[in-house]
């Protein structure tokens, strides 16, 4: 383990620690009591979805100003369909089964 590494490891110690102290069983995380899911931001729509829908969307063209980059944005969320958001809907339904099929664990590999 190099030098920096360790630092990380016993940074993260002391933090997990201090938690256990103030928070006893009561803190979500890898190593807690009551586990996070792992890769949880696969389960939420608007990391699965709405940002990489938008970055495509709103960076098809470079945006010129602030000014520009707000109403592209503003602009794309206004254009998003219901039969998209009847998808989305659909896909987190997906997501969520795929995750409770592995207890938690990585689920990526198993998406369609």
Same mark, same amino acid.
Not at 4 to 23: C, H, M, P, Q, Y
Not at 59 to 74: C, E, G, S
Not at 87 to 98: A, G, H, M
């Given at each position: 383990?190099?030098?920096?590494?360790?630092?990380?490891? &016993?940074?993260?110690?002391?933090?997990?620690?201090? @938690? =256990?102290?103030? +928070?006893?069983?009561? $803190?979500?995380?890898?190593? #807690?009591?009551?586990? $996070?899911? !792992?890769?949880?931001?696969?389960?939420?729509?608007?990391? +699965? +979805?709405? $940002?990489?829908? @938008?970055?495509?969307?709103?960076?098809? =063209?470079?945006?010129?100003? !602030? #000014?520009?980059?707000?109403?592209?944005?503003?602009?794309?969320?206004?254009?998003?369909t219901? &039969?998209q958001?009847?998808?989305?809907?659909? &896909?987190?339904?997906y997501?969520?089964?795929?995750?409770?099929?592995?207890?938690g !664990?990585? +689920?990526?590999? @198993?998406?369609?």
């Amino acid at each position: 383990m190099s030098g920096e590494e360790k630092i990380l490891f &016993e940074g993260a110690n002391s933090a997990r620690n201090v @938690l =256990d102290r103030t +928070f006893p069983d009561h $803190w979500i995380g890898r190593g #807690a009591q009551i586990c $996070w899911p !792992a890769r949880s931001p696969d389960l939420t729509p608007l990391d +699965f +979805f709405l $940002w990489g829908h @938008l970055k495509n969307k709103v960076y098809n =063209d470079v945006p010129t100003t !602030a #000014a520009n980059m707000r109403q592209r944005v503003l602009h794309e969320c206004r254009s998003i369909t219901v &039969e998209q958001l009847k998808n989305v809907q659909q &896909e987190f339904i997906y997501r969520l089964q795929k995750c409770i099929q592995v207890h938690g !664990a990585h +689920f990526e590999n @198993l998406l369609k």
